[in-house]
């Protein structure tokens, strides 16, 4: 079972660009899609983006789509979700998980494994 960390998070000005991380403690991270997803205080869980275990096939929420990049380091065992143009809107706490079936990345509700979360603040 995927053991997911986040990190990257912070506070940033409109405009700005932050890079996500997402690892894995475990050894079967590579066998899994990860997707991106974050909450924002009030609001429901949001799916943003996942790719596929062998990093050939993305997915984004049309809302981060052309801002978002989601991308894998299988050497590494790590995600990254960069993040351009950030606008207050993008606060949140963003999460990442893991679906086990490694091809599937449109099918939010099959991911599981969450991380602890980190704080992406956007304000002037």
């Known amino acids: 079972q995927a053991q997911l960390t986040e990190s990257g998070g912070g506070l940033v000005q409109p405009g700005d660009s932050l890079r996500l991380t997402c690892t894995d403690s475990g050894r079967t991270f590579s066998r899994y899609s990860i997707g991106w997803f974050r909450r924002a205080l009030g609001k429901e869980r949001e799916f943003l983006a996942a790719?596929?275990?062998?990093?050939?096939?993305?997915n984004y929420a049309k809302s981060v789509k052309g801002r978002f990049t989601i991308s894998r380091d299988k050497a590494n065992n790590t995600v990254y979700l960069q993040m351009n143009n950030l606008e207050p809107e993008d606060t949140a706490v963003y999460y990442c998980a893991a679906d086990q079936i490694g091809w599937r990345v449109s099918f939010p509700a099959g991911f599981g494994s969450w991380g602890q979360g980190t704080q992406v603040t956007v304000s002037s």
């Open positions: 790719i596929s275990s062998a990093a050939d096939v993305t």
